[in-house]
């Protein structure tokens, strides 16, 4: 990825900014949520936060909130050469199984929308739900730029990611402007959550996460093959990330199940095919200072999340099409 042009993140109040290191990147499926709708859209950063003396403390926050120059369609769409009847022992041909289910292989735009709930959980006292969010993904498949990664193998995969995220009410889970946090008794403003990733697949199913290799750095040419289980007449992904550094942003986590049709995978005529999506993470709770919290709290925020795949913007659930779809197109 081009280096970051160093610009300060957007200073709308509605939106996360950075608090404590240079920005790092996100997860593919490691989500942070946050967010609330009527209000009007921010303007986006192009650029990471000064680094502080705590720069090596993970903070979702510090993420890069855009591509600096437009990337998410600046290369061309990544197209498979084979579309169906995979040899799942195969890697490469796992691989290919594996993006056919959390995106697709014909370079059509993915979106992943998402609802979320939010739970504290605390050391020796109750926790419960704090909110809901609902997440989306924007999601595209591209040829890497030789100039951008020259010595990447043949038939590496870009994958370009845009996250877009609200809170919700979590009784309701309709978007809010503010929250009541009960646990620790503060009225919470919530701020959007927007970021931008980028990852390489390699042909052999290992992948690198360009801004945060913490989280993901396998070597390019070394088989890594997906984790896949059947279920009935469904095929089931299981898909995590540890991020791996040491420090007070530990614990932090994620896991994603992706369950498809088995027939649809294995089919070469259906080049768009369902997925049902869920998640779970772990984070420390003061990377949303907003919410009441510092970094003498050593609550924890659990996501679990629901979701689906979907690849035209008119079928996004409602509250994903007016809270986030028509308020940020440019990142759609």
């Given amino acids: 990825m081009a280096e970051n042009n160093g610009a300060a993140f957007s200073q709308d109040p509605k939106i996360e900014n950075p608090m404590r290191r240079i ?34 403390v993970f903070n979702a926050a510090n993420r890069m909130q855009v591509f600096p120059n437009g990337q998410l369609d600046s290369n061309e769409p990544w197209v498979a050469s084979k579309h169906g009847n995979f040899d799942l022992s195969d890697p490469r041909q796992a691989n290919l199984a594996r993006l056919k289910m959390t995106n697709n292989l014909v370079g059509k735009r993915t979106y992943i929308p998402m609802f979320v709930r939010l739970m504290v959980a605390r050391e020796d006292l109750p926790g419960g739900v704090l909110m809901g969010a609902a997440g989306l993904f924007t999601w595209q498949l591209q040829v890497p730029d030789p100039t951008e990664f020259p010595d990447i193998p043949e038939g590496t995969i870009q994958l370009r990611s845009h996250f877009n995220s609200v809170y919700l009410d979590p009784v309701t889970m309709e978007p809010v402007e503010t929250l009541w946090n009960p646990f620790k008794k503060v009225e919470m403003k919530l701020q959007d959550l927007l970021f931008a990733e980028n990852f390489l697949t390699y042909p052999l199913g290992g992948s690198l996460f360009v801004e945060e290799p913490q989280f993901s750095n396998d070597p390019p ?62 984070n420390k709770a003061w990377e949303k200072s907003w919410a009441g919290y510092d970094m003498d709290d050593e609550d924890l925020l659990i996501d679990l999340a629901v979701g689906k795949k979907v690849h035209s913007l008119d079928d996004l659930p409602r509250v994903h099409r007016a809270a986030i779809a028509e308020r940020y197109p440019e990142r759609m």
Avoid at 221 to 248: A, C, H, R, S
Avoid at 261 to 270: E, G, H, R, W
């Fill in 23 to 56: 920005v790092l990147g996100a997860i593919g499926g490691g989500i942070a949520l946050a967010g609330c709708t009527g209000r009007s859209m921010a303007e986006t950063a192009q650029g990471a936060a000064a680094t502080t003396a705590d720069d090596e």
């Fill in 221 to 282: 040419n070394v088989p890594k093959m997906p984790q896949f289980q059947d279920f009935g007449d469904d095929l089931i992904l299981f898909q995590g990330g540890t991020y791996t550094e040491p420090g007070p942003h530990q614990p932090r986590f994620t896991e994603n199940m992706w369950v498809s049709s088995m027939a649809d995978v294995m089919d070469p005529a259906k080049s768009l095919i369902d997925m049902r999506y869920s998640f779970a993470g772990a």
